[in-house]
C-alpha cells in the first residue's frame, strides 16, 4: 500500500475565510477591548485606546518583522526591557600584586666535552637507527 505523505505541515488551517484561527481570536479580541473602550471611556479618550487596540490587533494578526511573528518580537522585547542588565562601561585590568623576585641558586651543570670517538659513536649509532627503519 502507498501512503501519502503530508506535505505543508507547519502550514496553519484557515478557518475563517482567509483567517486562521489565531488570526480571528486576535482581531475579534482586540475589537471587543476596542468596543469595550467605546462604551466606558469619553470620547476624547476612547478614540486614541480604540486605535490602539485595533492597531494591535491587526499587528498581531497580519505583522511580521524578520519573518517572527509580531507576538513573539512583542514578547522578545518585554523580556528585554524587564529583565536585570548588567552594563559595564569600562573594564579596570586586574590589580596584580608585585612579587619580590624569588632568589634561587641555579646548580651549574659542567660542560660535557665530545670528544672525536663520543662523535663517532653517536654518528655510528645514527646509522644504526637510519637503517633499521
Do not use: C
Amino acid at each position: 500500500m502507498r501512503f501519502e505523505v503530508p506535505q505543508f505541515i507547519d502550514v496553519e488551517d484557515k478557518i475563517f475565510g482567509p483567517l486562521t484561527f489565531k488570526q480571528f481570536l486576535y482581531l475579534v479580541g482586540n475589537a471587543a477591548l476596542a468596543y469595550v473602550s467605546y462604551k466606558f471611556l469619553p470620547t476624547p479618550f476612547w478614540i486614541p485606546v480604540s486605535l490602539f487596540f485595533i492597531a494591535f490587533g491587526l499587528a498581531l494578526a497580519f505583522y511580521k518583522l524578520d519573518n517572527r511573528p509580531f507576538l513573539e518580537v512583542a514578547q522578545s522585547w518585554l523580556a528585554y526591557e524587564f529583565k536585570n542588565k548588567l552594563y559595564i562601561w569600562k573594564r579596570s585590568p586586574p590589580v596584580l600584586k608585585k612579587q619580590a623576585p624569588l632568589a634561587v641558586a641555579i646548580p651549574k651543570v659542567p660542560e660535557k666535552v665530545f670528544t672525536s670517538e663520543t662523535v663517532d659513536t653517536l654518528a655510528h649509532n645514527l646509522d644504526i637507527m637510519d637503517t633499521s627503519q
